[in-house]
């Protein structure tokens, strides 16, 4: 009994997961068509600069981060402040009711070139 399969279906079915792993690797995901992310209309710009977590400088002035704030990257993912300490990034951020800093979004160089 002969379990392989016949030389032109073999060299037929390579060549269709060719053609298909070619054509897929042309697809863009949703996240790569996406050009610039949306912020809130209420952010505001700055760079920031963590010293001391959760102390932090945004344009040079002092400011604290709140005990639940978020930093996200570029893709959206959560950043440790630590992780930040001693660089300076551009940022849109938002205050909470204390004043203090809650949420940040790493700038792309794309997006801190834009308004």
Request: with cysteine; charged share 15%.
């Amino acid at each position: 009994m002969n379990r392989c399969l016949p030389l032109p279906v073999a060299h037929w079915l390579r060549t269709l997961a060719l053609v298909l792993v070619w054509t897929l690797s042309f697809a863009q995901s949703p996240a790569a068509a996406q050009n610039m992310r949306q912020f809130p209309a209420t952010a505001k710009r700055g760079l920031l600069v963590v010293t001391v977590p959760p102390e932090v400088l945004i344009d040079g002035k002092r400011a604290r981060l709140s005990p639940g704030a978020r930093i996200k990257n570029v893709n959206n993912m959560l950043v440790l402040s630590a992780s930040l300490a001693g660089t300076s990034v551009p940022v849109v951020y938002l205050l909470d009711a204390q004043g203090m800093v809650h949420e940040v979004w790493l700038l792309s160089a794309q997006e801190a070139q834009s308004n």
